[in-house]
């Protein structure tokens, strides 16, 4: 699923993100920019694909000019990270989401582990940052928990996984319902894998998901009717149409 449609699943279970929406158009992006108030935006290329930071697929904006400008540059373009091909992803649409102050950032992702058949907590005080990497750098900074399915979610655990993040007593319990729910979403959405990165903390102390992905299994598409209908063939199709050419 694209952030924004993350997002929006991210809302309804009750996970703190922070106010968005979706633009086609550059007049749109302005528009919702203002709707959003306040001084500052980050406007975001939905693709399916990560590090869009690096690739210049997220960009903050300091006035409305500029949430106009970036957004009339991204769409209709192609994004090349280094998860796509040398052509990259087509850009149709952008998220406009305000932004906030920073204080800490963290990874956090749920995945299906295969070989232990059960869902796997993944968390780390580096947030922000490919994962991968810091587990080849600092694997000491990646802490793992690994659902029992006949118990389900173990509140010490999730203690234990916040104390190896640092978190003080007021984040703990701001972490363990945010993981709560993730698992409850996890679950109703037949979902593989639900990541963010980064989880914030912001200048109150308040957690919010910064990035939503959610990856849904395919062979339980069945259940899962109205997800389906969220399919972006754009992405996918350009994914396949590009490997048959190439043989």
């Known amino acids: 699923l694209h952030e924004y449609q993350s997002k929006e699943l991210f809302s309804n279970a009750g996970i703190p993100i922070l ?18 108030q306040g001084d500052q935006w980050v406007v975001k290329a939905q693709v399916h694909a990560g590090g869009r930071g690096k690739a210049g697929g997220v960009k903050l904006a300091n ?44 990874y956090l992702s749920l995945v299906i582990d295969r070989s232990k058949e059960s869902w796997t907590f993944i968390a780390s005080s580096e947030g922000g940052v490919d994962i991968e ?18 118990i389900g979610i173990d509140a010490h655990q999730l203690s234990l996984m916040a104390d190896k993040m640092n978190l003080d007593i007021h984040l703990q319990e701001q972490f363990a319902i945010i993981l709560n ?58 994914i396949e149409l590009r490997a048959s050419e190439n043989g």
């Open 19 to 36: 106010k968005g929406m979706v633009a086609n158009s550059p007049q749109q992006a302005r528009e919702i920019a203002k709707q959003l």
């Open 181 to 238: 729910k993730i698992f409850v979403l996890a679950k109703n959405t037949d979902a593989s894998q639900v990541e963010i990165n980064p989880l914030i903390v912001d200048q109150n102390d308040t957690f919010f998901a910064l990035d939503a992905k959610i990856v849904v299994e395919d062979n339980s598409l069945f259940r899962q009717s109205e997800l389906v209908l969220l399919k972006d063939s754009s992405q996918e199709n350009d």
């Open 133 to 150: 990497m810091v587990a080849e750098k600092t694997p000491e900074k990646i802490t793992k928990y690994t659902i029992d399915p006949l």
């Open 63 to 106: 006035n409305l000019d500029d949430v106009e400008l970036i957004t009339s540059k991204m769409l209709g373009s192609r994004l090349i990270t280094k998860q796509t091909d040398q052509t990259g992803l087509p850009i149709n649409l952008v998220y406009i989401e305000s932004a906030t102050q920073i204080k800490f950032e963290f």
